[in-house]
């Protein structure tokens, strides 16, 4: 069965740290993985896409990477703020043509002032 | 401005009742998609649409029903036949690959809290 897994499922750090979030994913024959922000109550909010034959993407202070091999993706969260604060999902699909995201649980990330 | 829109945000059920939940897109997406979320959990695929007047069952189909007559609108009816229909329901969509846009991004809604009186 293809699965998502996220760990730590909640993170609580002070700011201006650097941290990474870590998802794995069982088969490593993916399209493309996807990281979203969600805040309480609201919808999705797509941060990176990486696609399979990609390594990682980078936008601002986060980097995306991924190792398809290993079946691992990380986010890396650079100088960290209290904005920072949110659940982070990660998302993988394994079909082209616009097939349905396989999703984490999550990790919920709490940036201290 | 081009979105998803879902309404409406807050959702109540009675028993035995069945209800609609609407998700309309103007981004001109082939692709429609519902998922269900519940506390502490990720997202899981209850139907999901790649075409006008085509759909597919997703992981958590039972007690959920869907039509896909517009390419803009992807409406969701909750069954009564759904026992334990609390949660966040959220709409997203999708465009195939195009030059300079990042392939296939799913896009979602501000969801819609279904809850049971």
């Known amino acids: 069965k293809q699965e998502v897994t996220q760990i730590p499922a909640a993170l609580s750090v002070p700011e201006g740290e650097n941290l990474v979030l870590n998802c794995s994913f069982t088969?490593?024959?993916?399209?493309?993985l996807q990281w979203f922000r969600q805040d309480p109550g609201k919808g999705l909010t797509s941060l990176l896409l990486?696609?399979?034959s990609q390594r990682e993407q980078t936008s601002g202070r986060l980097n995306a990477s991924l190792d398809k091999s290993s079946g691992r993706s990380t986010l890396y969260i650079a100088a960290s703020q209290p904005g920072d604060s949110a659940t982070y999902l990660c998302?993988?699909?394994w079909g082209s043509g616009n097939t349905p995201l396989v999703f984490g649980k999550g990790t919920r990330l709490s940036v201290i002032a | 401005d081009g979105g998803i829109t879902q309404s409406p945000k807050y959702l109540f059920r009675k028993e035995g009742q069945n209800v609609t939940l609407s998700c309309e897109q103007n981004?001109?997406?082939?692709?429609m998609y519902w998922y269900r979320q519940d506390p502490g959990q990720g997202l899981r695929l209850i139907y999901y649409?790649?075409?006008?007047?085509?759909?597919q069952k997703g992981d958590i189909a039972e007690g959920y029903s869907v039509s896909r007559e517009k390419k803009e609108s992807f409406p969701l009816t909750v069954t009564s036949a759904q026992k334990n229909p609390t949660a966040f329901y959220l709409c997203?969509?999708?465009?195939?690959?195009?030059?300079?846009?990042?392939?296939?991004?799913?896009?979602f809604g501000p969801g819609t809290r279904l809850l049971v009186l």
């Open positions: 997203a969509s999708s465009i195939r690959g195009r030059p300079n846009t990042p392939r296939e991004t799913q896009y």
């Open positions: 981004l001109n997406h082939d692709a």
């Open positions: 649409s790649q075409i006008v007047n085509d759909f």
């Open positions: 088969d490593s024959a993916i399209y493309n």
């Open positions: 990486i696609q399979s």
């Open positions: 998302a993988v699909s």
